[in-house]
């Protein structure tokens, strides 16, 4: 699978999806999830995200709001591209089991 493949196998245009931690563990996907400290809307479901996904890794950007890439160019841009450095050249791990924390 390229990086730049379409996730076609999350949601299907045909029917409604429930989003759940255990629909989201399931995933195969690696997945980066920014957002900024001042996106109050945002910040819960990132990390709904990063929790119940081992192939998340999340990124909050200080003193921004839901347009990071509007806020932040340069910042949002070397996030990006770190991430997609990591996966094409195969250095992209998931989180390791160790730790997540037993008290989340």
Same mark, same amino acid.
């Given at each position: 699978m390229d990086w730049y493949d379409v996730d076609d196998d999350f949601i299907d245009d045909d029917e409604l999806v429930e989003v759940t931690p255990k629909s989201i563990r399931l995933r =195969? =996907? !690696?997945?980066?999830?920014m957002c900024g400290d001042e996106d109050d809307g945002s910040i819960g479901p990132a990390l709904f995200i990063k929790r119940s996904c081992r192939n998340a890794r !999340?990124?909050?950007c200080p003193a921004s709001?839901?347009?990071l890439n509007i806020e932040e160019p340069g910042l949002f841009n070397r996030n !990006? !591209?770190?991430f997609l450095t990591l996966v094409v050249s195969n250095r992209w791990k998931p989180r390791d089991?160790?730790?997540? $924390? =037993? $008290?989340a």
């Open positions: =195969k =996907k !690696l997945l980066l999830v !999340l990124w909050i709001g839901h347009t !990006l !591209l770190d089991p160790r730790s997540v $924390s =037993k $008290s």
